[in-house]
């Protein structure tokens, strides 16, 4: 009997003892999947829905696209919402190395969605697919879907040379032809007035290309429109496209920017 008293005693003690404590809580709430964006359309294109257009796609917001800076591939996804994120995995893989591997890791910035893959060259003409993992501050992660884009050569800007003047709004712009491209597009920008702005897209035309490597092909801005910007400095690009039967979309490749001088004198 007395044994009895003392192991209900000593029950008692440790259910006072843990009735003090409060409960751990482990977070383990996956986050929620994040969305890439495909390719949408190219700069200057327009989205048409319902005969009416909706929206102007631009390099921010059409999805995995090119840039004009390297042979490199921007990745965005839509805006993440967990606030307890730590930190985003990069996975990329291509039609001729299948397995994906982590190509970067980088910390969660709520002001960021997107990753360019920048570290090498890519390659040209060669499919290449990503997808992101999310990790959250407990470690509970999550995949994105996959998208995909593939490089063409950049084409090659001969005249107007680089930061070049000119003394008339009658300015031809001229380049070379690299890799395989069925047509270019010529775009036309105004630069940033400082830090905080975006470049405004002025112009652009598109011009049909020929089959045979190295040829020259040139276009011309409307004169009234240059005419608006003498005195002012304006930015041009050559985009290239070739459709993609396998991806249902253009792939294409951003030429290096050049930046020209409209003289009023």
Partial sequence: MRYM??????CMTILLACSGKDKITVDKI???PPILVPHKGD??????????????WNDENNGIDAVPDGDWLRVSWEHLLDSDLDFIKIYRFDEFDPIPVIIDTMQYNQAQDFYLDSKSSLLTNRRYSYFIELVDN????????????SL?????LSNPAADSTSGSPNVKFKWRKSGIVSWFRLILFKPQQNTN????YLWHTDVQATTT???VFEATAPVGLLQD????????RVDAFEWDSELQIFIGSESNERTLYLSSK
């Fill in 5 to 10: 008293i003392l192991i209900t005693l000593c």
């Fill in 30 to 32: 996956r986050p929620i």
């Fill in 43 to 56: 700069l200057g294109d327009i989205s048409i829905v319902n005969g009416a257009p909706v929206m102007q």
């Fill in 138 to 149: 407990a470690g509970n992660t999550s995949l994105s879907d996959t998208v995909s884009y």
């Fill in 152 to 156: 063409l050569s950049k084409q090659i």
């Fill in 197 to 200: 702005d975006e470049r405004e």
């Fill in 213 to 215: 490597e190295g040829d």
């Fill in 229 to 236: 910007y003498m005195g002012q400095y304006v930015i041009w």
